[in-house]
C-alpha cells in the first residue's frame, strides 16, 4: 500500500513539474533573444550614427 502511495504521489506531480519546466525554457529563450536582438539593433544603430556623422545619444 505504501508503494502504491509513492507511486501515485510521483505520477501525480510529473506532469506539473514538466511543463514548468517548459514554461521555464520557453520565457528563458524569449528573454535570451530579446537581450540578443536589442544588442545587435543597438550596434547597428550605432554603426548607421557613425556613417552619418550624427553624434551618440546621451545616456539617460
Known amino acids: ?6 507511486a501515485n ?9 514538466l511543463i514548468g519546466a517548459i514554461f521555464w525554457l520557453v520565457i528563458r529563450a524569449i528573454l535570451r533573444a530579446d537581450r540578443t536582438e536589442r544588442t545587435v539593433y543597438a550596434s547597428i544603430e550605432a554603426e548607421e550614427r ?3 556623422g ?3 545619444p546621451d545616456a539617460l
Open 50 to 52: 557613425a556613417k552619418a
Open 9 to 17: 504521489a510521483l505520477f501525480s506531480i510529473t506532469p506539473t513539474i
Open 54 to 56: 550624427q553624434p551618440k
Open 1 to 6: 500500500m505504501l508503494d502504491d502511495f509513492w
